[in-house]
């Protein structure tokens, strides 16, 4: 993969899902890494959440989670992601 900055990267995606929630993790194995290292955005039907971890050994971090109003943007973009993967 060749990074909009034009370095290359390696990374891996993983997308797991079924008919009430889904969950797509995107990691960058080799190259720049922007903000996160490992990126996992979730839903179901009540609360959707994104975590992330700025290495790949580091610690997770809660970086979004989202009930009510919040939950159905964040919700809509991790469909989106996993479309697009």
Known sequence: ?????????????????NNECGMIMYEVLEGDV????VEL?????????????????GEWLVVRYGVEADQAALRQETRESIDAA
Do not use: D, V
């Open 34 to 37: 922007g903000r996160l290292a």
């Open 41 to 57: 955005k979730a839903y179901n039907s009540k609360y959707s959440f994104m975590l992330g971890r700025r290495t790949l050994e």
């Open 1 to 17: 993969l060749i990074h909009s900055t034009g370095k290359k990267m390696l990374h891996r995606t993983e997308i797991k899902q």
